[in-house]
């Protein structure tokens, strides 16, 4: 058991903010909207959703006026605060797609793996220096139970000497390496390189202009901001977890805080004493699980775990930081990596992901097909959303494409209960998923129905 003090000590030197916007070199804020703009498409949201969708407009209609309009920031909420896996699926992994949708699986394996090429591609066709490295990732056991799990699981198996090999902890077990399926990136850096690849091409960014009121006539699509007004012939929404502009999307997500703490930068024999030369992304199998990585200059950013909802779909500024949640993530931490004993963390931040239902994106259009949307990506957006700005764009300019055609597409998730049953019923999940953690994977009676219902989750 390691102690308060220690704990306590690491987490001293942290830094309450995010340790990829905490920079000198982030780019300044653009200027902000001043009167009223008209355009051929306005994009809301100036994270990778909207980032995505306004550049690949430009690259297919040159001619096509885009305007994009952020509230605060570019990359300033989830794309500047996530841990930088930028993962081929595009439904929140193998058992989730497999089990909601088997028969057009395949297929969308497929769609995932060509997502995650065509960004890299984009990357280097814009020199975007995001720290992009196709390195896979490692799921790692850490419980019997989750071994016999992993054994059946796409990817190379490790065993457990095999796996701590590739990075030594005295907890891992066993482990799979997807070796293709996963990069990292710098997020925040992600979000400003693709906003300057849009600005290349002529889209229009304004920031500090949050969308208070979204209206249609039949001329226009109007968005109303505190500045001014947005007209538009159409409009696709990137606002993922924050509250939605059509209503009934209301219930259909949850925002979900999520946590993190990066290192400060590990010296040479530090990271020699537990390997990782091949520098892959790595997630534990647990239901609540951990994710890590390593950044460019060697820091390990260590999140995941203690994913909470918080009464009313509350996202508070203040609920940014949580200091219980740092000391449960600080104290796995330095049962994960006793070797690296003494080190402290220089940052702690939180984020907040849009879960659905179904714990992938859903789709789809409003106002006879002026305004279309994609949000739920449950915390797999930074390359899904790739692919939910290539099917926005379908669905608006009303033909049928691959994409449009799927059910992952074409269906909805069912939608939380109000309050206080979506309080109730999350917090009895997340008891009951510690639970299965606990108990060799056993699910109770409250999981086992769940799953009967299609609401079921497994990480």
Not at 258 to 266: A, I, R, S
Not at 292 to 314: E, F, K, M, P, Q
Not at 316 to 334: G, S
Not at 376 to 381: A, E, Q, R, V
């Amino acid at each position: 058991m390691i102690e308060d003090a220690r704990v306590r000590d690491a987490l001293a030197p942290a830094r309450p903010a995010p340790y990829w916007l905490d920079r000198s070199d982030r780019p300044p804020a653009r200027p902000p909207l001043s009167g009223d703009l008209r355009c051929d498409l306005a994009v809301v949201g100036g994270g990778y959703s909207g980032l995505w969708t306004a550049l690949l407009a430009k690259e297919a209609d040159p001619a096509r006026d885009v305007v994009l309009v952020e509230g605060g920031r570019i990359g300033w909420a989830a794309s500047g605060r996530n841990g930088g896996f930028c993962e081929a699926s595009l439904t929140h992994g193998e058992a989730n797609g497999l089990a909601r949708f088997p028969e057009e699986y395949d297929d969308l394996e497929r769609l995932g793996r060509e997502n995650l090429d065509q960004i890299e591609a984009t990357l280097q066709r814009y020199a975007i220096d995001c720290d992009f490295r196709r390195t896979g990732q490692l799921t790692v056991a850490t419980a019997p139970h989750q071994v016999e799990e992993l054994s059946d699981a796409d990817g190379k198996f490790l065993d457990q000497d095999a796996v701590r090999a590739e990075l030594d902890s005295p907890t891992y077990l066993a482990g799979v390496w997807d070796t293709d399926g996963c990069a990292t990136v710098d997020p925040a850096r992600l979000a400003w390189g693709l906003a300057t690849a849009a600005e290349s091409l002529g889209v229009r960014i304004v920031e500090q202009a949050p969308v208070r009121r979204l209206e249609a006539d039949p001329g226009s699509v109007s968005l109303e901001t505190g500045p001014g007004t947005v007209r538009a012939d159409r409009v696709a929404l990137g606002t993922n977890a924050f509250r939605p502009l059509l209503r009934r999307l209301r219930l259909t997500t949850v925002p979900v805080h999520d946590y993190v703490l990066t290192t400060e930068p590990l010296t040479d024999q530090q990271l020699a004493s537990i390997g990782w030369r091949n520098r892959q992304g790595v997630a534990d199998a647990g239901n609540q699980f951990h994710y890590y990585r390593l950044t460019a200059d060697n820091r390990i950013l260590w999140g995941g775990y203690d994913a909470v909802y918080h009464y009313g779909r509350s996202m508070r500024p203040e609920l940014l930081q949580r200091p219980a949640t740092y000391e449960v993530l600080a104290r796995h931490f330095l049962e994960t990596f006793p070797q690296l004993d003494g080190i402290r963390f220089s940052h702690r931040w939180g984020g907040v992901i849009d879960t659905s239902t179904r714990f992938c994106a859903f789709y789809g259009t409003a106002y006879g097909d002026r305004v279309a949307y994609a949000l739920g990506y449950t915390g797999l957006g930074v390359g899904a959303t790739r692919f939910g700005a290539q099917v926005m764009l379908d669905l608006l300019s009303g033909e049928e494409s691959e994409r449009t055609r799927l059910e992952l597409v074409r269906s909805k998730p069912l939608p939380f209960p109000p309050e206080p049953f979506a309080y109730l019923g999350i917090q009895a999940t997340r008891w009951s998923l510690a639970r299965a953690d606990a108990n060799g994977g056993r699910r109770n009676a409250w999981l086992r129905t769940l799953d009967r219902l299609g609401l079921g989750f497994d990480s």
